[in-house]
Each structure stands twice: as C-alpha cells, then as structure tokens.
C-alpha cells in the first residue's frame, strides 16, 4: 500500500515563525498536493506539484510556499507563521494522469499561538 | 468552477439504522465523484469513486452511492450503521486539470464535510 507519512502530527509554533511541514510518500507518485481542514470549510488547496521543482498554487495559497526537491517529500513552509494559520494540514499524493485516488497522510494539526 | 456542498453539517443516526449523507455538486460536463471517510485523528480514505457507467456504485466497508444526473447529486447510503462509521466524510468532484507542461491529472474538490455520530 501507498504510504503517506507527515513528519508532525502536533505542532505549536510562535507567531512570526518559520514553520516547516514536511510530508514523505514511497510509491513513486507524481502529485503531490498540500490541503488545510477547517471545521465547517473542509478541505482547501494551498498548493500542488506534479513533477520535482513543479509546482501551481491551489486555491488559498497566500502566506504559504512549498519545496519539492525530491520526487517523495513535499514540503508546506509558511514564511511568518498567523495565528489565522492554525489548522489541520493535510498531505496526499497520487499518480499521475487519470489517477484521482488520492492517498491522504494522517495530517499535521498546527497551532500558532 | 465545480462546487461541492454537503447540506448536512452534523448527522446523529442510531446504530443499525440506515444511513443516506447527502451531496450536490456543481460542474459543467460529467464529474467524477467521490466520497472519502476521515476516522477521528486519521487522514481521509477513499470509499467509492464514480467515474461512468452504472449510476449505483459498490464501495468499501458496505457503503454505496447513486449518481443522479437530474439532480446533480451523488448520496452516499448504507443500510445498517455500525458504531464504528462514526466519522466525518467528504464528498469530492474531480475534473481533469492540465498543468504547466499540458499533462493531465486529478484534481479534487471537497464539500464541507459531514458529521457522523453513531448511538448505540
């Protein structure tokens, strides 16, 4: 089976920080995307990737940016840490055309105090 | 744009009764349905996907869903609840988006999510 492995699953952080989310998916997928659930709102693209170095912002991409350097780990970085940010951060990977099955890491839930 | 909206923020059903969480969607040409079940502190997990063919579509863990066209809905049924489908599910309408390099993939919209809670 796909594994999609977030390194968090607990994270507080300052305001103003530097945060790093880091997800690791082993089944060679192509896509990667990077989601934030909110109660009452569900799940909402920040920002995906389709090939290493690629990537597109999704639908709330503001305060955020990502990494891909290496086919398996994509990573969210938010550059000055809100406390409008505290969510729950989603990962998923999936393969490449066709292929809507996403497999979902089990999330990062990040508070910014 | 495709839209997703679940009308049913919180369900609260009785264990062995029936089960029908509701979804309509938005999107211009045939959509590609979805609903995932996201177990409390776990990711989400797929538990049936329409893509053509037979309106009544089979999934994991007794589940079943029915595309209506005419109605622009894809509910999610199942007959008998068990205490453990207490959970929150999410209905998805995907389309084909082309990125950068005009390659094809899977792009997913969710709902807002739907509350199960299960009496015994």
């Known amino acids: 089976d796909v594994k999609v492995t977030q390194s968090s699953r607990y994270l507080v952080k300052r305001t103003g920080e530097k945060v790093f989310l880091e997800c690791v998916q082993d089944?060679?997928?192509?896509?990667m995307f990077w989601y934030r659930q909110d109660p009452g709102l569900g799940l909402r693209l920040i920002y995906f990737s389709y090939d290493v170095k690629m990537k597109e912002k999704g639908d709330i991409p503001e305060g955020y940016s990502v990494s891909r350097e290496k086919k398996e780990r994509f990573s969210l970085i938010l550059e000055s840490a809100s406390t409008n940010q505290t969510s729950m951060y989603l990962c998923?990977?999936?393969?490449?055309?066709?292929?809507?099955?996403?497999?979902f890491g089990s999330g990062t839930r990040l508070t910014v105090v | 744009a495709q839209s997703v909206t679940q009308p049913d923020i919180h369900i609260t059903v009785s264990e062995g009764a029936s089960l029908e969480l509701r979804c309509n969607y938005s999107?211009?040409?045939?959509?590609?349905l979805f609903w995932y079940v996201q177990s409390p502190g776990q990711g989400l997990q797929l538990l049936l996907k329409?893509?053509?063919?037979?309106?009544l579509v089979q999934g994991i863990k007794g589940f079943e869903a029915e595309f209506k066209r005419s109605q622009s809905s894809f509910n999610l049924r199942k007959p008998s609840v068990h205490w453990s489908d207490a959970a929150e599910y999410f209905c998805a309408v995907g389309r084909g988006h082309f990125n950068a390099g005009g390659t094809s993939y899977g792009k997913l919209t969710f709902g807002q999510g739907t509350i199960l809670t299960v009496h015994p």
């Open positions: 329409y893509f053509s063919g037979d309106t």
């Open positions: 999107y211009g040409a045939t959509p590609y």
């Open positions: 998923a990977s999936s393969l490449w055309t066709g292929d809507y099955g996403y497999t």
């Open positions: 089944m060679d997928h192509e896509n």
